[in-house]
């Protein structure tokens, strides 16, 4: 209430103002126009008007009803403030509490009104607001709105939300709207895990509420067209506001926006803001109304909102003019400028009275907007209001308007001056009068006009001022004169006059003759110009003037005349200006004298009604004729018997009569006489006196209470009399009367009576009329006032209350006049208690009161309606309406169910009948319907305010029994009609529990859990949300969510991409069919460390000395550690001078510098730096590349001397094995023991020469000679000495060293080999081979110059081996062996698939041969299977596994690999295929495929799709009517649900849905019938039978038929053609072969740096086509070439293989015996496996790995002697030390995948086709292509189970080959094994075997046969026991020998003892010969029973233990176990049965 006050006072604003003294009215708050107030506080309210002085302030009701105090309610203190009290509902009066009021204010300025003020009060009702639960999906925005009942809506505000009871800050996600709504973007799974409320805010009462706590339900996004979530609709705002157009939409993919208006885009301004909350536009105008319309899209439709805006101007009135002060009689135009928006409407108010036109007034304009007042008088005086009003908004203003005696008066003139001619002059006049008067100016009393010489100009100011100019601005002589300016308006005129002089020769302009009235003063003027003059002279009769008082001559030659005379005054006078002296000028001018009338003065004395008086009016003087006429009241009297005056009218006077006055002849007479020279006029009043009379005298008189009364006076007289009441109270005689007191109740009316509106009991008594007029005595009349009561009920109560069954009484009291009866009614019916015993009526008088009882007895429900007691007597009747009440316990309120949902339902009641009793609560009562209600659950003490209610915390699914009762202060109602329901499910309310996490690798965590408890499950459990967030620093807390299937109780899920090392809590909801449960205790886990990802930082090197220098560096970024930093290593080799790389080498340590010392003296070395965790090494650092410092050099490699003359010899030697620098030169140092020299001779060579030719020497002396090398840092040790001796014949010697020169392939090489001797030496190259020396001839690519030196061209691999250079002459020859070795590039590395996931492949690799150069790098390429774009991936030469990331899901890859050395790539690897995990979307069984359905519209349910772990991307809906051709496309996303449009009545549709993803398509179809209109469904189609049914049928029978026929024939056809094909290929293999076999081996002596290598080459093969069994058709694979490497290969004795695989026979297409039907399997991937297709499809749910192999076998003459050789990669040397074993090839196979259907009957591996390429090449070789008809080829496959410990079944086509595996692999699902070819049973079927060409080319030792013909009797002639190999030449020994013990230390092979040996074989009866000393160890970790004899184990036994002093425990690699063993074993090799061999292929 204060508030207001003080608002409305500091707000004080004058909406006009003048001097603070002037009179002012002003408003204090004019824009005020509505109030409202709490009714529990009240309201002040200070008028809004005020003015100065102090303004009288009055409030009125809009009606103009004055306002009066009402006590305790209503009060209007003095200074105009308004008070409305508190007050109780129950006094609640519209009349006053919500009503239009205004006030006025009133002073002598006039009087103003307040626009109308709505005043209401607002009770204190109780309400709620609440909250209404919402759905969105992720990534959505969601909408909370605040729900407030309509009945307080408008007090009611929104100030808060809350979240989980915290506040929430707008910002971030959450905005809150200026209309209360809450909204949050980007809508996360996390927010649906919190409740959000709203608090509001009374605005009166300042009561504050809280909502309820409302859920979001989040949703996955599917995809769906828009939905509008909040919208605008249209309305007025007013201008200068701001508005805020909500439009929020949901969807999928998330809908833009696009606001229009009027159809057209939003204009680019900056009051418009589009936000989230939607359009506010800020500061409105009008134009920005129109139609707004908001459109959202996204690609599965759109959605508009629009609504109409109007912007409202706010009224502003400008009245004008303003405050004006004008004269009477004068025209007022007022006019009403209104801005702001139209349809508006005015009212004019004059001091707040309504104005009506009448003759004065008129009021113009469309809107009434202009008033005009004519003719104003006194009365328009005043306050002038102008009220615009437009739909209860008003705006006003208003000016005072004081008219009075405008008279105009000069105010400001001009004075006399002297100018010259063209001198500019002005003149200025101000005049003031009422209204504003205008002025006129005249020269020489000639009007001036305004021409090129007189400019004028006039003007008023706003306080009424007038001014006028007239400016002259070149005048000449004729210009000066007397000017005068004359004021003028309504109210009459004043003038003013000067001369201005013009310099000139003077002159008397013409003057015109003049009439002058006597007795008024007249100016003569002399209109002289010219200037100077002497003077002016004035003579009448030829005197001088002037020569009376009544003359007077001014200085500017005007002669005045006072009180004209006829007489004296008229005639001519002479103006005479002396110019010069005795010079005059003359000029006259006529005076006419004319006399007005003038009228004798008379009086009018006052008389009597019915008197006869005579009126005189007598012209004393005056020219003649003379008119007189008489005037009443401002009216021409017309004389008559009506007027009732005679007028009588003479020469010069005139009379009149009126011969008997009556009282309307009061009033004002005027005589007017007029002339020719004036009219003028006498006026008196007639004044009829009548003393005062009583026209109705006061009678004594009865008033009935409460009501009006008229007390009735009427009195004449003249003048009117005055009316004065007066009271005395009592009944008896009057003691003293005091004057009526005049209020709003008691008024005296017009005709004197007293009017009393409300008759109280105090008015009772004596009252006085009294009247008088001054005429006479005063006159009085007194009456009694009697005040009759008429009856009434004085008291009763409104209500009672009565319980049912007991007796009531209803009591009445009653006063009034006597008598009075009491009447009882029941209703409309009266109560007649004689004959209704249930009632009875007792009477009791008491004082003037009468108290009348009614009883009921007993009270009944039927009593409970209205009684009413009448009091009735003569004067009224008084009637109390009693409200009986009778109470009992209510009915049971009838219970309905509203709403069923989980744990909970909405109850709905309708209470039918209260008991009359105000329900205080309800109780709601429920049960398990198996249960009683002794077990039932309640919820008491329901509000009883609310007809609903939630039941909650009920149990999912179960069935309730339910009833209710409702309470008052009776009592309790009986139980409702038992209700029976079911709730829905629920979300799980316990989490998952038992959740452990696993890390697995350094990103991913295995989380692990069980279902929550069963209790808490509220339903089927449909799968899992697992959340997980980093809780490291940086992270920003949010929850990944990740979803799941539920499979069983106990769940697993693997969480990758991880970061590594990181902590991550884990949190696990389930969730079912109704939605999500709570989430598990987070638990927190680490991924397990990894390496670091980042080199250490700022490496650097510095070289110390020549061997050590200190390497540096920086820990590596933090981030980057993944996991716990343990230290550094250092990886540093040498690079030298050839390009190869030196041994690698590292140290570890902790520090962040390293010192590396023994380094090789002046080398180059490459430095890398990691950091290692405990996972293993971290990326290298980029190579640092470092110098040592030079040194002392290394003594020179050799040296040799050899005579060349009697005088001299030549020295040779090497250079230093360590150089240590640059050599900048050599020194030769030569002494002769004994010659008595104290120091050598020394002799300096240049660097570049590598021999010396030392002179001078004496024959037959020996010498030593010796020779160092030098570089800048001194000279090095010395060579060792040779002995020389000159001599005159000389045998040949070399001078050139031999040792081994390497040297990339495709290059030139130079061999030197430089001989002396005399006589000159002959040199001869030999190439070595395993038995002979094959001389060296020059062809195209082989050239011996002349030195000796052997030029080798283009080299390549088969060219490396020992090269013998051999100088010979007469004396001896001289030899030296050059060991060449060339290098090629590398093998292709074997690449395995280790892991996939749905968006990476992990590969890893066994890099292949290096070829004889370091490997630099490796080239991983891979491409999407069905494509050839290839992408490069370059790694690293120090890795061996690589992961493929950014992989689309569900799709197979193809991936090769090939290295990199110095001379080039290499081979690719063979291409292996794997999968990313995912596969093709699939629906749902479970989920409806239609929704809903009508005639029209058909609804889809999307969400059925489920997405196979890749996301969907595209869905398409295909359908049509059945019937029809034409399908309707339509695509869609994967929202919740689609709804299918504009579809037929009562129609079939097909519909076919197809959703795909990155991995495949997945398709569904249905059929479904639109409703008809009414919603009835429609029959299925019945197919009618035509005449064309039975020739369709036909035709769609026959056509497959003929289809499959025309199949099968050209399926034939090709398969003919193909066959021949292979049989020519198969022939065309003899060249290949044979060119492979004619390679010469790479002697082994040789010491190289890495493995060995053997002569490699690339060539490209046809692939030949194999073909399988298969018993349930013939599958055409294809075929396909392939690039294969062929090389030269040892071999080492072994035992018969161990063969553990099923055998599948394979037959040679060309030669096919009864073995079934054949399958061509050129073009077979790896991995697959090579069983029927019925075997594969029955194998789906236990799909694991196979693989396959060739064996080559021959039927042997007899099959106990049966043995097999297996063809391997990797050797393992058999013998009675130990088994040597070494890597084994491996490959990958991915496991083909249920959608990729083509890929199960897929079988084979490159590396198995490559195997049979080579047999077959073997042999074409042998020519032996007649004994394939006697060949059996036998692929062996091998089946390894998920589960190491599954056993593998494995056998061949004989039954005796089966056995069962007794361990277990090393790793799960790798397998390795070997096949074994066939072995010649004899020698004339061996001589003419083919020999295998082996995979991989490795060191032999003698001639072509392989090591495996050579110590098999199979292959030697007959008798043959030694090897006939010659032995090794006596030069080599020392070489190979050396070779030897260099391969002894690089051997990477591992050997096994003896025991580990035996421990792997095993014998086997049934096998011939004897038996081999070890066993091939083919599986390591198993043990395998295979085809052999007993001898063959008994021979190796025997064997092992007879020849131990071969080599003991310690062996080298198997090429050191061939060398060292070859000879000594050379009896032993020769007696056994079998020289094996195997290859070994490992499955990963």
Not at 634 to 651: M, R
Not at 961 to 967: L, N, P, V
Not at 1035 to 1057: F, R
Not at 2007 to 2015: A, D, L, V, Y
Request: net charge neutral.
């Amino acid at each position: 209430m204060w508030l207001v006050t003080l608002l409305l006072l500091y707000s004080l604003q004058e909406v006009h103002s003048e001097d603070a003294a002037s009179t002012r009215l002003y408003f204090v708050n004019a824009s005020l126009q509505r109030v409202t107030y709490s009714s529990s506080v009240g309201v002040s309210l200070p008028c809004p008007a005020g003015g100065t002085p102090s303004a009288i302030l009055r409030w009125y009701l809009a009606t103009g009803d004055d306002i009066y105090d009402v006590p305790h309610i209503r009060h209007v203190y003095a200074n105009g403030t308004l008070q409305l009290y508190p007050f109780s509902p129950s006094a609640y009066n519209s009349y006053i509490h919500d009503n239009d009021y205004f006030c006025t204010a009133e002073n002598q300025a006039g009087k103003i009104r307040s626009p109308n003020i709505r005043i209401k009060a607002v009770f204190r009702e109780p309400y709620t607001v609440r909250v209404a639960d919402q759905r969105s999906m992720r990534g959505n925005v969601a909408v909370f709105k605040c729900l407030i009942p309509t009945a307080v809506q408008e007090y009611v505000s929104v100030v808060s939300w809350e979240r989980d009871t915290v506040s929430i800050v707008p910002g971030n996600r959450f905005s809150l709207t200026s209309f209360g709504a809450l909204y949050i973007s980007d809508v996360q799974k996390e927010d649906a895990l919190s409740t959000y409320r709203c608090i509001t805010r009374h605005k009166y009462s300042g009561e504050t509420r809280q909502s309820n706590g409302a859920r979001l339900s989040v949703m996955d996004p599917n995809e769906s067209s828009p939905s509008i979530l909040d919208s605008f609709q249209g309305g007025e705002v007013y201008a200068g506001q701001s508005i805020e157009l909500p439009c929020i939409a949901g969807g999928y993919p998330s809908p833009t926006v696009r606001w229009l208006k009027d159809g057209r885009p939003l204009p680019s301004d900056a009051r418009w803001t589009r936000r989230l909350t939607g359009l506010t536009v800020s500061d409105l105008r009008q134009e920005d109304s129109g139609n707004y319309a908001c459109e959202v899209t996204n690609s599965f439709g759109s959605k508009e909102v629009s609504g109409q805006l109007h912007i409202i101007d706010p009224l502003r009135v400008t009245l004008s003019p303003k405050n004006l002060k004008t004269g009477i009689s004068s025209t007022l135009f007022f006019t009403c400028t209104v801005e702001g928006s139209p349809e508006y409407t005015i009212n004019w108010y004059r001091n707040t009275e309504p104005i009506f036109p009448d003759q004065h007034i008129s009021i113009q304009g469309q809107h009434n907007d202009t008033l005009q007042i004519t003719a104003a008088q006194k009365f328009h005086s005043g306050a002038y209001q102008c009220f615009a009003s437009r739909k209860g908004h008003t705006s006003q203003d208003f000016s005072i308007i004081l008219l009075e005696d405008g008279t105009p008066r000069i105010v400001t003139s001009f004075s006399e001056r002297v100018v010259n001619p063209g001198e500019p002059f002005s003149l200025v006049c101000e005049a003031k009068g009422a209204p504003p008067p205008s002025i006129t100016w005249t020269l020489d009393d000639e009007p001036v006009v305004r021409d090129s010489t007189y400019k004028t100009s006039q003007y008023t100011q706003s306080d009424g001022l007038t001014v006028s100019h007239v400016n002259v601005s070149n005048p000449l002589i004729r210009d000066g004169g007397v000017y005068r300016c004359v004021a003028r308006n309504s109210a009459g005129s004043a003038e003013y006059q000067a001369r201005i002089n013009v310099r000139g020769p003077p002159r008397i302009r013409p003057m015109r003759d003049m009439t002058a009235v006597a007795g008024r003063n007249t100016y003569i003027t002399c209109r002289v110009i010219g200037y100077p003059y002497y003077s002016i002279k004035w003579l009448k009769d030829g005197m001088q003037l002037p020569d009376n008082h009544r003359q007077v001559l001014f200085d500017n030659g005007t002669l005045r005349l006072t009180d004209v005379q006829k007489g004296a005054d008229e005639g001519t006078y002479l103006c005479s200006v002396l110019i010069q002296p005795q010079v005059s000028i003359n000029q006259t001018v006529h005076v006419t004298v004319k006399v007005p009338p003038l009228i004798q003065p008379f009086d009018i004395p006052s008389t009597s009604v019915g008197k006869l008086i005579y009126i005189a009016c007598v012209v004393s003087s005056g020219d003649m004729p003379i008119r007189i006429t008489w005037h009443k009241d401002g009216q021409l009297i017309v004389p008559g018997p009506t007027s009732g005056v005679a007028i009588e009218t003479k020469e010069f006077m005139s009379s009149l009569q009126i011969s008997k006055v009556t009282l309307k002849h009061n009033g004002n007479y005027t005589c007017i006489a007029s002339n020719a020279a004036a009219t003028v006029s006498w006026e008196r009043q007639l004044i009829v006196t009548v003393p005062p009379r009583f026209v109705v005298q006061p009678n004594n008189q009865d008033c009935i209470y409460g009501k009006a009364g008229v007390l009735n006076c009427s009195v004449e007289g003249y003048p009117p009399p005055k009316v004065m009441w007066k009271h005395a109270k009592g009944v008896g005689n009057p003691q003293q009367y005091h004057p009526v007191p005049l209020t709003g109740r008691i008024q005296i009316m017009s005709n004197g009576s007293l009017l009393i509106r409300h008759v109280l009991e105090d008015d009772r008594g004596y009252y006085l009329c009294q009247a008088s007029n001054g005429v006479g005595s005063d006159i009085s009349k007194s009456m009694i006032l009697t005040v009759k009561i008429p009856a009434m009920i004085t008291s009763h109560p409104n209500t009672t209350m009565a319980r049912k069954g007991q007796t009531k009484e209803l009591n009445c009291t009653a006063r009034g006049e006597q008598p009075i009866i009491i009447r009882w009614e029941r209703g409309d019916t009266v109560i007649d208690a004689e004959r209704n015993p249930r009632y009875s009526i007792t009477i009791n008088k008491k004082a003037d009161e009468v108290i009348s009882t009614l009883k009921l007895n007993p009270a009944d429900r039927g009593d409970s309606v209205f009684f009413s007691c009448h009091a009735i007597n003569s004067y009224g009747e008084g009637r109390g309406l009693i409200q009986l009440t009778v109470q009992e316990p209510p009915d049971p309120p009838e219970l309905e169910v509203r709403e069923v949902k989980d744990r909970s339902m909405n109850l709905r009641w309708i209470q039918r009948f209260d008991g009359n009793s105000i329900i205080t609560s309800y109780d709601i009562e429920y049960k398990n319907k198996s249960d009683s209600w002794d077990h039932m659950y309640t919820t008491r003490n329901i509000s009883p305010t609310n007809n609903q209610a939630n039941i909650v915390e009920l149990h999912p699914a179960c069935v309730y029994s339910i009833r209710m009762y409702s309470y008052n202060k009776i009592g309790r109602s009986l139980p409702s009609k038992e209700l029976t329901i079911s709730t829905e499910e629920a979300p799980p309310d316990g989490p998952p529990m038992d959740v452990i996490l696993q890390p697995m690798t350094s990103q991913s965590i295995r989380v692990t859990w069980r279902a929550p408890k069963k209790e808490l499950q509220n339903g089927v459990i449909r799968g899992y949300q697992i959340g997980y967030r980093e809780n490291g620093p940086g992270s920003n807390g949010q929850y990944s969510i990740v979803e799941m299937k539920a499979t069983g109780d106990s769940e697993v899920y693997t969480l990758d991409n991880l970061k590594k090392f990181a902590q991550y809590g884990v949190v696990v909801q389930a969730f079912n069919r109704a939605g999500t449960g709570p989430s598990s205790t987070e638990i927190n886990a680490t991924t397990l460390e990894d390496v670091p990802s980042e080199p250490p930082q700022n490496v650097r090197a510095i070289s110390v000395t020549s061997d050590e220098a200190v390497i540096t560096w920086a820990e590596p970024p933090r981030l980057t550690l993944h996991g716990v930093l343990k230290g550094y290593r250092v990886v540093f080799w040498s690079l030298f001078p050839d390009g190869e790389w030196g041994e690698m080498q590292n140290i570890t340590t902790t520090r962040e510098q390293v010192e590396l010392r023994g380094l090789d003296k002046f080398t180059n070395y490459s430095v890398q730096v990691l950091a290692y965790t405990q996972a293993g090494d971290g990326v290298r650092s980029n190579v640092l590349y470092i110098q040592t410092r030079e040194d002392l050099p290394g003594p020179p490699a050799g040296i040799k001397a050899v005579p060349s003359s009697l005088s001299s010899v030549v020295v040779s030697w090497l250079p230093p094995h360590k150089p240590n620098g640059v050599i900048r030169k050599y020194t030769i140092y030569c002494s002769s023991p004994g010659s008595g020299q104290p120091a050598p001779s020394e002799y300096e060579a240049n660097p570049e020469t590598l021999f010396y030719h030392i002179t001078h020497l004496s024959r037959g002396k020996r010498y030593h000679i010796w020779a160092a090398a030098v570089t800048t840092a001194g000279r090095g040790n010395v060579s060792s000495k040779v002995v020389v001796e000159p001599a005159g014949k000389v045998p040949a010697k070399i001078l050139s060293f031999g040792g081994t020169v390497t040297t990339p392939w495709m290059k030139e090489v130079r061999l030197p080999c430089k001989s002396v001797g005399d006589p000159a030496p002959s040199v001869k190259w030999t190439k070595d081979s395993e038995d002979s020396a094959i001389p060296v001839t020059a062809d195209s690519q082989r050239q011996i110059l002349s030195n000796g030196t052997l030029v080798l061209r283009s080299v390549k691999a088969e060219d490396s081996g020992y090269y013998t250079c051999t100088a010979t002459n007469t004396l001896g020859f001289d030899t030296i062996i050059v060991n060449l070795v060339v290098q090629v590039p590398p093998d292709q590395p074997r690449l395995t698939v280790s892991t996939t996931s749905t968006s990476s492949i992990t590969l890893a690799w066994i890099p292949g041969d290096n070829g004889g150069s370091s490997i630099r790098g490796f080239v991983l390429q891979y491409s999407v299977d069905n494509t050839e774009e290839w992408r490069d991936v370059f790694i690293s030469s120090s890795e061996r596994s690589f992961r493929l990331d950014n992989l689309r899901c569900g799709t197979w890859y193809k991936v090769k690999l090939a290295a990199k050395n110095s001379v080039g790539s290499g081979r690719i690897s063979e291409i292996i295929e794997a999968k990313t995990h995912g596969r093709e979307p699939v629906f749902n069984k479970d989920q409806p495929l239609l929704t809903h359905i009508n005639s029209t519209h058909a609804g889809l349910n999307l969400q059925g799709w489920t997405s196979g772990g890749c996301p969907i991307t595209d869905m398409m809906l295909d359908f049509r009517p059945k019937g029809t051709w034409a399908w309707q496309s339509l695509k869609a996303n994967s929202s919740t649900q689609l709804f299918l449009s504009e579809l037929r009545e009562a129609t079939w549709y097909e519909l076919k849905m197809k959703a795909c993803n990155s991995a495949g398509c997945g398709n569904q179809s249905s059929q479904f019938a639109t409703t008809d209109y009414d919603g009835s469904t429609i029959p299925p189609i019945k197919s009618a039978r035509g005449e064309g049914d039975d020739v369709k049928k036909l035709f769609s029978i026959g056509s497959p038929v003929i289809l499959v026929t025309v199949g099968v024939a050209l399926l034939f056809i090709i398969r003919k053609k193909r066959k021949e094909k292979r049989l020519k290929r198969l022939r065309d293999a003899k060249s290949l072969a044979e060119m492979l076999i004619s390679k010469n081996n790479r002697s082994i002596d040789t010491p190289v740096k890495g493995p060995p290598q053997g002569p490699r080459l690339h060539i490209d093969i046809p692939r030949v086509q194999l073909l399988i069994e298969d018993k349930e058709g013939i599958k055409q694979i294809g075929e396909d070439k392939a690039a294969v490497p062929a090389a030269d290969t040892e071999f080492s004795q072994s035992v018969n293989p161990q063969n553990f695989c099923t055998g599948v026979s394979l037959h040679h297409q060309a030669l096919i015996q009864n073995s079934g039907p054949l399958i061509d399997m050129s073009d077979i991937r790896p991995g697959t496996n090579p069983v029927s297709r019925k075997s594969i499809k029955s194998a789906h749910s236990s799909r694991n790995r196979y693989s396959s192999q060739w064996t080559l076998s021959r039927p042997s003459q007899s099959q106990s002697t049966a043995s097999a050789r297996t063809l391997t990669s990797d050797w393992r040397t058999m013998g009675s030390h130990g088994i040597t074993a070494t890597e084994s090839d491996s490959y990958s196979a991915s496991l083909s995948q249920d959608t990729d259907k083509g890929r199960n009957s897929m079988v084979s591996t490159e590396s198995a086709s490559s195997t049979y390429e080579e047999l077959a090449r073997a042999y074409e070789h042998a020519k032996l292509e007649e004994h394939l008809q006697h060949a059996k080829f036998t692929i062996t496959e091998c089946f390894i189970s998920d589960s190491s410990s599954d056993q593998m079944t494995t056998g061949t086509n004989d039954p005796a080959d089966s056995m069962t595996s007794l361990s277990t692999p090393s790793e799960p699902g790798i397998c390795r094994f070997t096949a074994s070819p066939p072995k010649p049973q004899d020698y004339d079927r061996g001589k003419n075997v083919a020999v295998p060409i082996p995979h991989r080319a490795n060191k032999s030792e003698f001639c072509n046969l392989p090591l495996y013909m050579k110590t098999d009797p199979f292959f030697r002639k007959q008798g043959e026991l030694h090897d006939p190999c010659p032995a090794v030449p006596p030069r080599e020994a020392s070489i190979r020998s050396l070779t030897q013990r260099a391969y002894h230390t690089q051997g990477r092979h591992k050997t096994l003892d003896s025991a580990k040996q035996q421990a792997l074989t095993l014998g086997h009866s049934g096998l011939g010969g004897s038996g081999a000393g070890s066993g091939t160890a083919a599986l390591p970790q198993r043990t395998l029973a295979v085809p052999g004899s007993n001898s063959a184990a008994t021979a190796s036994t025997s064997s092992t233990s007879s020849n131990p002093a071969n080599g003991g425990n310690k062996m080298g690699g198997s090429r050191d176990s061939l060398l060292e063993g070859s000879s000594s074993a050379l009896g032993r090799l020769q007696k056994q049965s079998a020289g094996a061999y195997s290859k070994s292929y490992t499955l990963v």
